[in-house]
């Protein structure tokens, strides 16, 4: 025990009436505390609930060693209590540094919104991130259910927050996995932005690339739609790139511009057939994707 020996004899006087538990076991709590408190820190968001959750784990050491000492098991806190001490310690600090303002501001305004891939892309990256308001290049996916009132008005209640619980957790996954950050998402309306958080050169490919696994996604949700409820699902997906204003506001990033007013026109004429368009702007590349099951 060292340096604490003192410590210890002072704060069980009786100690020698009890069984002591081995050093080793008790630098193992130390060392789980100390790392358990510093990643508790790092993943709060809150700074004061940082310091309420750390107080409260360090009492429950100080708790524990006595009720332990009741039952004749001698358990010293004090190496435990440092090391959580330091854990915490070294948590805020890092919570006060750029590295944690960067994580605080990734998961508050994006928490939820991309994947765990690209969060930790982008906590690593040393590109400012667009939160005040800036200008970029960015591609977007837009993806709405085109009869989502009529299955609305076909199906039980319970069957159609299930349809839109399916619907959303396939579309947000795809798209987050691909590399997108969600702009919008509800019952039959999803939007998905690339490059409009740090820039991506290739964001008008990485974004017709998405719509196509999007495509692929939902074709086997569309089949199971009808296999079970005996209704026709059919989804538009438009894909549209440029330049657009992004920013965060409420802690909420949004995404402003022609080429997303352009596609969500594009995504409503998907009930036409299905074509495609380009034009001489190598960033403006645009898609018609259909699909329709169960007719």
Same mark, same amino acid.
């Given at each position: 025990?060292?340096?604490? /020996?003192? &410590?210890?004899?002072?704060?069980?006087?009786? #100690?020698?009436?009890?069984?002591? &538990?081995?050093?080793?076991?008790?630098?193992?709590?130390?060392?789980?505390?100390?790392?358990?408190?510093?990643?508790?820190?790092?993943?709060?968001?809150?700074?004061?609930?940082?310091?309420?959750?750390?107080?409260?784990?360090?009492?429950?050491?100080?708790?524990?060693?006595?009720?332990?000492?009741?039952?004749?098991?001698?358990?010293?806190?004090?190496?435990?209590?440092?090391?959580?001490?330091?854990?915490?310690?070294?948590?805020?600090?890092?919570?006060?540094?750029?590295?944690?303002?960067?994580?605080?501001?990734?998961?508050?305004?994006?928490?939820?919104?991309?994947?765990?891939?690209?969060?930790?892309?982008?906590?690593?990256?040393?590109?400012?991130?667009?939160? /005040?308001?800036?200008?970029? /290049?960015?591609?977007?996916?837009?993806?709405?259910?085109?009869?989502?009132?009529?299955?609305?008005?076909? &199906?039980?209640?319970?069957?159609?927050?299930?349809?839109?619980?399916?619907?959303?957790?396939?579309?947000?996954?795809?798209?987050?996995?691909?590399?997108?950050?969600?702009?919008?998402?509800?019952?039959?309306?999803?939007?998905?932005?690339?490059?409009?958080?740090?820039?991506?050169?290739?964001?008008?490919?990485?974004?017709?690339?998405?719509?196509?696994?999007?495509?692929?996604?939902?074709?086997?949700?569309?089949? #199971?739609?009808?296999?079970?409820?005996?209704?026709?699902?059919?989804?538009?997906?438009?894909?549209?790139?440029?330049?657009?204003?992004?920013? #965060?506001? /409420?802690?909420?990033?949004?995404?402003?511009?022609?080429?997303?007013?352009?596609?969500?026109?594009?995504?409503?004429?998907?009930?036409?057939?299905?074509?495609?368009?380009?034009?001489?702007?190598?960033?403006?590349?645009?898609?018609?994707?259909?699909?329709?099951?169960?007719?």
């Amino acid at each position: 025990m060292g340096i604490f /020996e003192p &410590l210890n004899r002072f704060a069980f006087f009786d #100690a020698g009436a009890g069984f002591a &538990l081995p050093a080793w076991v008790q630098w193992i709590g130390a060392i789980l505390l100390g790392f358990g408190l510093a990643w508790t820190s790092i993943e709060i968001r809150a700074f004061s609930l940082k310091v309420v959750v750390s107080a409260i784990a360090l009492l429950e050491v100080v708790v524990l060693s006595w009720v332990l000492l009741l039952w004749g098991i001698l358990w010293s806190p004090f190496t435990t209590l440092t090391a959580g001490i330091l854990g915490t310690v070294l948590g805020l600090v890092y919570h006060l540094s750029a590295p944690g303002r960067r994580r605080q501001a990734l998961e508050t305004v994006l928490g939820g919104r991309i994947s765990r891939k690209t969060f930790r892309r982008w906590l690593d990256s040393n590109e400012p991130l667009p939160f /005040e308001g800036e200008q970029r /290049e960015a591609g977007v996916v837009v993806c709405r259910v085109l009869n989502g009132t009529r299955i609305a008005q076909a &199906l039980p209640f319970g069957d159609g927050v299930l349809f839109s619980k399916r619907f959303l957790k396939v579309g947000s996954q795809t798209l987050k996995e691909a590399g997108g950050v969600l702009i919008e998402a509800d019952a039959e309306h999803l939007v998905a932005a690339f490059g409009a958080v740090l820039p991506e050169p290739e964001h008008a490919s990485q974004a017709s690339e998405a719509a196509l696994m999007l495509k692929k996604r939902l074709e086997p949700f569309c089949e #199971a739609c009808r296999e079970r409820w005996n209704i026709a699902v059919e989804f538009g997906i438009a894909v549209h790139s440029g330049p657009v204003n992004v920013g #965060a506001a /409420e802690n909420r990033f949004f995404v402003i511009g022609e080429p997303l007013d352009f596609a969500r026109r594009l995504c409503e004429a998907n009930q036409s057939d299905t074509t495609r368009q380009e034009t001489n702007n190598p960033l403006a590349h645009f898609y018609l994707v259909r699909a329709t099951q169960g007719e």
